[in-house]
């Protein structure tokens, strides 16, 4: 079993940045894929950025590509996605997800363990 807890969502005006936490337990990080996802209002969940087990490989969607930059810290067991020149339509509930597969699947269907969410409100 794997617990992820997300931290770090808020209000932040257009062209502002934000950093995602996520620590996990149960299952350290460096042994699996990890993801971001996010879904905003009357939308599906949407694959944002994703970590392979080796922390080398990076994925991220063409709407977050050259903004967004996913990290992880094995020591603290966490996984990191710093958010900059952020847009309105950036505004979602973003997620935090594992897998118990070292590579990255960019289908919410692909994890098995996800997080609470943390909201992220981007004003224009």
């Known amino acids: 079993q794997v617990q992820l807890v997300e931290s770090g969502g808020g209000l932040v005006q257009a062209g502002g940045s934000l950093r995602l936490s996520c620590v996990a337990s149960?299952?350290?990080?460096?042994?699996?894929?990890m993801a971001w996802f996010r879904q905003a209002p009357g939308k599906e969940r949407e694959f944002v950025s994703g970590?392979?087990?080796?922390?080398?490989?990076?994925y991220y969607s063409d709407s977050v590509e050259g903004r967004f930059t996913i990290s992880r810290d094995v020591a603290k067991n966490a996984v990191f996605l710093q958010m900059n020149s952020l847009k309105p339509e950036d505004t979602a509930d973003y997620y935090c997800?594992?897998?118990?597969?070292?590579?990255?699947?960019?289908?919410?269907?692909?994890?098995?363990?996800w997080g609470q969410g943390t909201q992220v409100t981007v004003s224009s």
């Open positions: 149960g299952r350290t990080a460096s042994s699996s894929a």
């Open positions: 997800a594992a897998r118990a597969m070292r590579i990255v699947d960019t289908r919410p269907t692909g994890y098995a363990y």
């Open positions: 970590l392979d087990w080796s922390g080398r490989n990076e």
